[in-house]
């Protein structure tokens, strides 16, 4: 007698989750009475199914202990696959290093301050707070612009930055980095050209691939992206965007100044450029520094922040200030990807601990450690012949040149290899010329492995 | 004398700042301290650049009291633009309606529970742990996959269906249709061609048309989409992914029976079609139903699912389970779109609420709540001529016919001039065909204005 299209079709199923690894030898098959009721057969269809397998001898059966994959089996199309453990250093090597790596492991490459450097003291008020909330806040959806009394006081913060503008013209989104990629979808078609800084923060680069952009780069100094190279490239490359930090730019930690500031602006209006100004370093500047969207009023320029590195990256949360016909597109396109904008809850928590009386003090704080730590981390970084570009005003990076013409991904390689996770200067550099150097966070230097991991690396690395 | 460089430009940022409307008429100036700062010019600049202004007629100041925007000024290429009151009832319609709409809105239309029918207690008790968590959970990104437990937790579910997959397969993202939007920018290019269920999910096409997608749709049976067309269309449109509801389709409430998930997978086998497999109201079901993604066991189908419709959609918090290889890809995506995955703040409110004693229980309740809703529902629409298409097995919808060819499209303006948000039938068809249906949310039934409005509109949309 021969199997009918139940038995096949079970069949067919063991036989395609041991072809994918789904099961691998060894595994236990799934129960006969929960197979049974997952396809639509009965228990005696799945009985027949998994005899005739193992007389194929594709499982095996224990008496007493049901059935067991055998194998092992190629598997199909997936051969190629692996593990990623020796990932290219390209602009994700960091993220994923830093992101996936164990608690214990020094990080001085990463993009965050130390947990106990965050405020969480606000925050863990926040929580509670949240668990007296309204049943509206900690089920619903919520409105598609975010909570208005978090729009409300962004709105204040930036009016104090003389950028005034209304709450409607503010959409809250799940991150800083989503806001970006919001954008990038409303304003790019595949094949576009993007200008970015050179150097310049690594995640532009992958979040702009990720849009099929092309992507050119202008030469960031001391004050900014150098103004003659960004008119020429203006002009040769007709970009649709330039992506920017302004206060306390990433990687160089450096300022843009107001001359240089209006001639971007004015270059940018000559040939019709929009601008994304990234500002998620701003809290963490001494005192105020141009910015693009107050000087042209959002007219052309797009504001965008989160609250990762001042207040909790955990709280996803950002945000985009925009002309109000871009900000109604943007959330048509936010609904179109996300159905929701923000948590709710996760406003509420960024309100609640924004507005806790320590969180003021707390930055003001976390400032103050912040120059020591720079001023600490430069000094320990110098007897290796690590020098910082230029010493920043604030926030937690250094740039530095490393000595003898190292290569920056060999000792990041080498340090990896030794437990340590650092940020080699190539992925933030669209030329990839900035091989010479590496970008500290002077949060993350304390660790006593640190200082000796990165001698013994730069020692691998040789001359 | 000339105004200098400066003056000039001060000037031109209060000129754009009025052009774009960022500054209407009446409003007030930046104070001259704030934007002298911001700009990064001297106090007296500013005075110079409002003086010159006010003798231009574009501001004029009060004594003792600054500076204000004069007006009106045509405000350039925005002409065009403004609040979209009358929008087209188009798939983002009902989103956007009820989203928006304020706490005392009736919405039948709407696809939630109210809040009251959430699990809240159990929401507040994962709100008040959330309070005493590590530091490291309140303050950092956490890994690219999202935390272990959630998905050890997610993993032993799909084992109870028949689908056994390590942690590692799983990925967590910001929700649900987070997670589908991975998956497009993962597998589709601009132009691919996408099939979807006809009556689908309407955002399924809001999503599809941001990535450039060709939609194309087969028809939706009460046993699952019709597998002859079905495979008509693998075979004329060769469509690179299939995206659908199993257990508990939206908008029908119908279920996959076991024959047609045999036949759809070999179709789709046969012409090398990915499934996505949206399982979002898996839970609201009283026995589990065929699923694509435990017959095939993710080698072609990807599983996608959230906790938005059962614990809360504040709470933002969706997953993918797919084949290792690709799970490995959508990592390097979101962290591009994203940076971090989901929030480890929200995972650990739902990893709290899930393990809490009360959740099954509540869930429980809701299902037979909601037995209740659909006999309840379907009792009141059926004096206006209402009726349900089939009576679904659990969910919260009914998916019914209007009487006498009634345009659901004008019933449901008519009913929101009302102020009652519906959901009408052809937002939900890519063919345009289901103009005389309406679905309704059982849930969102019982506002005493609901059953006069519907009545009123359907006799406005007359004949």
């Not at 057969?41 to 224990?62: F, H, N």
């Not at 007493?64 to 994700?92: K, M, N, T, W």
């Not at 390689?413 to 091989?435: C, I, Q």
Request: aromatic content about 6%; hydrophobic content about 45%.
């Amino acid at each position: 007698m021969g199997e009918g299209p139940r038995t096949a079709a079970v069949m067919d199923t063991i036989r395609r989750r041991i072809g994918s690894r789904a099961l691998a030898p060894g595994d236990r098959l799934p129960s006969i009475r929960g197979l049974a009721a997952s396809l639509g057969v009965s228990p005696s269809t799945v009985v027949e199914a998994y005899d005739r397998l193992a007389a194929e001898g594709l499982v095996r059966s224990r008496p007493g202990s049901g059935f067991y994959a055998a194998g092992p089996v190629p598997p199909p199309g997936l051969a190629e696959i692996g593990p990623r453990l020796d990932r290219a250093v390209d602009p994700f090597w960091v993220s994923r290093q830093s992101l996936d790596a164990d608690a214990a492991t020094p990080k001085p490459g990463c993009g965050w301050l130390p947990a106990e450097w965050m405020p969480n003291a606000a925050l863990r008020r926040a929580a509670r707070g949240l668990a007296r909330a309204d049943d509206a806040v900690l089920s619903y959806y919520g409105g598609t612009r975010g909570p208005l009394a978090l729009r409300r006081l962004l709105a204040r913060g930036f009016a104090g930055e003389g950028l005034d503008i209304g709450p409607d013209r503010i959409l809250l989104t799940g991150s800083g980095t989503q806001a970006i990629d919001l954008i990038c979808r409303f304003l790019l078609r595949p094949g576009d050209t993007v200008l970015i800084d050179d150097p310049g923060y690594f995640n532009f680069q992958a979040l702009l691939r990720a849009h099929r952009a092309e992507i050119v780069g202008v030469p960031y100094t001391a004050s900014g992206p150098d103004p003659d190279r960004f008119a020429e490239v203006l002009a040769a490359h007709r970009p649709r965007l330039y992506l920017t930090n302004s206060a306390l730019h990433n990687p160089t930690g450096a300022t843009l100044s107001p001359a240089v500031a209006h001639r971007l602006l004015n270059a940018a209006a000559a040939h019709d450029v929009t601008i994304v100004e990234d500002d998620i370093f701003a809290e963490f500047e001494p005192e105020p520094s141009p910015r693009l969207a107050a000087l042209d009023g959002l007219a052309r320029v797009i504001r965008v922040g989160s609250f990762s590195k001042t207040l909790s990256a955990s709280v996803r949360c950002g945000y985009v200030a925009a002309r109000e016909d871009w900000i109604e597109a943007l959330v048509d396109l936010q609904v179109a990807t996300s159905f929701g904008g923000v948590s709710p809850v996760a406003a509420a928590l960024v309100l609640g601990a924004l507005g806790d009386g320590g969180y003021r003090r707390h930055l003001d704080a976390v400032r103050r450690r912040l120059a020591r730590a720079r001023r600490d981390a430069a000094a320990r970084l110098d007897p290796l012949g690590i020098r910082p570009w230029l010493m920043p005003r604030g926030g937690f990076y250094l740039w530095c040149r490393l000595p003898g013409g190292r290569d920056a991904a060999s000792v990041a390689r080498a340090a990896l290899r030794d437990g340590v996770v650092l940020a080699p200067g190539d992925v933030f550099s669209v030329s990839r010329t900035a091989g010479g150097f590496m970008r500290f966070n002077v949060a993350q230097m304390d660790d006593p492995r640190v200082v000796p991991v990165l001698e013994r690396a730069l020692a691998t690395a040789g001359d």
